[in-house]
């Protein structure tokens, strides 16, 4: 029996990277980029290019770092927008360039203040100046789902004209439902001429919780390219979840019949894990495929069910989407090698001395910790690794309190490599810690959150703490962890304080980030 691919294009990078406190430095995003790789995506949208020096440079090192799956970059039809795309670009084995503009009325009217004459040939320009620079262009018609579907017909008719091999229907607000949004992949197949040699692909956000039931009606209605994001994460509710996108074309193949994906599904646990261990966001516990409790059978009588055959209550098994049980995976007398597989595993390849710290700080760790957890072994990882590269870093700390004295703590903090001390007293040992800590940075930020979590259970548990901040209308999350919870709190703190350092390092050269 032959296949057909729904090609799974990520944009986690990019309309992911843009909801509230998901902000992402470059060796997260390259640590991310890689392990999207190893899951098998087709497409992954690396970011915007013209939005800020960063997001360029994010963009350009992605696509020089992976040589398997094409590299895309977000830009509007503005002609200096798809230069810059380009530029980003031009070290990638694959790359494909995305451009976009509004199609709605009321985008018209209201945003872009163009007549749909004057639309069409923008997309006309556009895309003939993307494929100047490279032959994979894929268009999107923002706001499609509330376009007039004739309208659409003929803006879709100019893109392919114009030479785009993609054409992407966004449902940019999250307004469609299922019925509709399939009826419109059915009337543009039907009515754009030469459909057949272009990929109509999806994209839709989650403001009505509908994006994954929309992509998948789409899906049954000829699309065959879904864009999502690891966890579902995104502008406002959110985008498609990738993970249950692949997992329902999987589970279903009665219903998705001769459809498959290239994604390797072992990947996605350790994919979902290693981007909550980067943004610091939690996955909701019965989050669909990869929540906490996705797999947990409470009720007796499907734990009774589940022990006499898995099928009375399990429709996929843990282990198909790489979640295997959170056992003891290493100990203190495990070696190099054993560790250096649990990293790869968990989606960390570390070489030379990134790995050697992180090693010492696994034998450290196992010396306080009987039992070592996968969970524990990514925090060391993110926490040695993915900050590398950062202002910020603690040094020392050390904290009185008690029932009677006033709780005071004692900073050393690395900045910029040159170390600082200072002392504070605060309401209780956390707070003297980040009092002392923003004293030593110069920092004016809100602290608006702060969660504590145990990423593991037992006495001897690491303590998992994210806090909230905010500066000059920003906010971002920062998150550590470690067996001492006054630690873990010290090294979410400096964590937020490197992010917010980091946006204000980044000069912004376009527009501002967001569409
Ligand atoms: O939601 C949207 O319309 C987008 C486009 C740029 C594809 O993110
Ligand atoms: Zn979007």
Same mark, same amino acid.
């Given at each position: 029996?032959?296949?057909?691919?729904?090609?799974?294009?990520?944009?986690?990078?990019?309309? =992911?990277?843009?909801?509230?406190?998901?902000?992402?430095?470059?060796?997260? *995003?390259?640590?991310?980029?890689?392990?999207?790789?190893?899951?098998?995506?087709?497409?992954?949208?690396?970011?915007?290019?013209?939005?800020?020096?960063?997001?360029?440079?994010?963009?350009?090192?992605?696509?020089?770092?992976?040589?398997?799956?094409?590299?895309?970059?977000? /830009?509007?039809?503005?002609?200096?927008?798809?230069?810059?795309?380009?530029?980003?670009?031009?070290?990638?084995?694959?790359?494909?360039?995305?451009?976009?503009?509004?199609?709605?009325?009321?985008?018209?009217?209201?945003?872009?203040?163009?007549?749909?004459?004057?639309?069409?040939?923008?997309?006309?320009?556009?895309?003939?100046?993307?494929?100047?620079?490279?032959?994979?262009?894929?268009?999107?018609?923002?706001?499609?789902?509330?376009?007039?579907?004739?309208?659409?017909?003929?803006?879709?008719?100019?893109?392919?004209?114009?030479?785009?091999?993609?054409?992407?229907?966004?449902?940019?607000?999250?307004?469609?439902?299922?019925?509709?949004?399939?009826?419109?992949?059915?009337?543009?197949?039907?009515?754009?001429r030469g459909i057949e040699r272009t990929v109509l692909s999806v994209h839709?956000?989650?403001?009505?919780?509908?994006?994954?039931?929309?992509?998948?009606?789409?899906?049954?209605?000829?699309?065959?390219?879904?864009?999502?994001?690891?966890?579902?994460?995104?502008?406002?509710?959110?985008?498609?979840?990738?993970?249950?996108?692949?997992?329902?074309?999987?589970?279903?193949?009665?219903?998705?019949?001769?459809?498959?994906?290239?994604?390797?599904?072992?990947?996605?646990?350790?994919?979902?894990?290693?981007?909550?261990?980067?943004?610091?966001?939690?996955?909701?516990?019965?989050?669909?495929?990869?929540?906490?409790? /996705?797999?947990?059978?409470?009720?007796?009588?499907?734990?009774?069910?589940?022990?006499?055959?898995?099928?009375?209550?399990?429709?996929?098994?843990?282990?198909?989407?790489?979640?295997?049980?959170?056992?003891?995976?290493?100990?203190?007398?495990?070696?190099?090698?054993?560790?250096?597989?649990?990293?790869?595993?968990?989606?960390?390849?570390?070489? =030379?001395?990134?790995?050697?710290?992180?090693?010492?700080?696994?034998?450290?760790?196992?010396?306080?910790?009987?039992?070592?957890?996968?969970?524990?072994?990514?925090?060391?990882?993110?926490?040695?690794?993915?900050?590398?590269?950062?202002?910020?870093?603690?040094?020392?700390?050390?904290?009185?309190?008690?029932?009677?004295?006033?709780?005071?703590?004692?900073?050393?903090?690395?900045?910029?490599?040159?170390?600082?001390?200072?002392?504070?007293?605060?309401?209780?040992?956390?707070?003297?810690?980040?009092?002392?800590?923003?004293?030593?940075?110069?920092? *004016?930020?809100?602290?608006?959150?702060?969660?504590?979590?145990?990423?593991?259970?037992?006495?001897?548990?690491?303590?998992?703490?994210?806090?909230?901040?905010?500066? =000059?209308?920003?906010?971002?999350?920062?998150?550590?962890?470690?067996?001492?919870?006054?630690?873990?709190?010290?090294?979410?703190?400096?964590?937020?304080?490197?992010?917010?350092?980091?946006?204000?390092?980044?000069?912004?050269?376009?527009?501002?980030?967001?569409?």
């Open positions: 029996m032959s296949f057909e691919t729904v090609r799974i294009f990520d944009t986690t990078l990019r309309d =992911g990277e843009q909801s509230p406190g998901c902000s992402m430095n470059l060796s997260e *995003k390259l640590s991310l980029a890689r392990q999207l790789e190893k899951l098998g995506v087709d497409v992954i949208e690396a970011g915007f290019p013209i939005a800020s020096e960063g997001d360029f440079e994010s963009v350009s090192r992605v696509a020089e770092d992976l040589r398997e799956t094409t590299i895309c970059g977000l /830009a509007r039809t503005g002609a200096a927008d798809i230069e810059r795309c380009a530029a980003a670009l031009e070290r990638a084995a694959k790359p494909r360039i995305h451009t976009f503009i509004a199609t709605s009325d009321i985008h018209l009217e209201h945003k872009l203040r163009m007549g749909r004459e004057r639309v069409l040939e923008e997309v006309d320009r556009a895309v003939r100046q993307a494929r100047g620079y490279c032959d994979d262009v894929e268009f999107s018609a923002e706001d499609a789902t509330r376009s007039d579907w004739d309208y659409l017909v003929q803006v879709f008719q100019a893109a392919l004209e114009a030479g785009a091999s993609t054409l992407n229907v966004p449902d940019t607000v999250g307004y469609t439902t299922p019925d509709e949004y399939g009826a419109l992949i059915r009337h543009l197949r039907k009515n754009i839709c956000h989650d403001d009505l919780g509908l994006s994954v039931a929309n992509s998948l009606a789409a899906v049954r209605a000829g699309a065959r390219q879904v864009e999502c994001t690891v966890n579902g994460i995104g502008e406002r509710a959110g985008n498609t979840s990738l993970e249950e996108v692949v997992m329902a074309i999987k589970t279903r193949p009665d219903v998705f019949a001769n459809l498959e994906t290239r994604v390797r599904t072992h990947e996605i646990y350790p994919a979902s894990r290693l981007l909550s261990s980067i943004i610091g966001i939690p996955v909701q516990p019965n989050k669909a495929i990869v929540g906490a409790n /996705a797999f947990a059978h409470e009720a007796g009588i499907h734990q009774d069910g589940v022990l006499k055959h898995k099928l009375t209550y399990e429709i996929m098994t843990p282990e198909s989407i790489g979640k295997t049980a959170s056992e003891l995976v290493l100990g203190k007398h495990s070696g190099r090698h054993a560790f250096a597989d649990r990293l790869s595993e968990l989606g960390f390849e570390l070489t =030379g001395e990134a790995f050697e710290t992180a090693f010492r700080r696994f034998k450290g760790l196992a010396d306080k910790k009987k039992t070592i957890f996968n969970e524990d072994i990514e925090a060391i990882a993110t926490d040695t690794v993915i900050r590398t590269d950062e202002p910020y870093h603690l040094e020392n700390l050390s904290v009185v309190t008690g029932t009677t004295a006033t709780p005071t703590a004692t900073v050393e903090l690395a900045i910029d490599g040159e170390s600082r001390t200072t002392s504070a007293e605060g309401d209780g040992p956390v707070d003297a810690v980040f009092k002392a800590i923003a004293e030593l940075a110069g920092s *004016k930020s809100e602290l608006v959150r702060y969660q504590v979590n145990a990423i593991t259970g037992g006495m001897d548990a690491q303590g998992e703490v994210a806090v909230t901040l905010s500066e =000059g209308g920003r906010r971002v999350i920062g998150q550590g962890a470690h067996t001492d919870i006054i630690v873990a709190s010290a090294k979410a703190y400096v964590h937020g304080l490197n992010k917010l350092q980091w946006h204000k390092r980044r000069r912004p050269v376009g527009e501002p980030k967001g569409i």
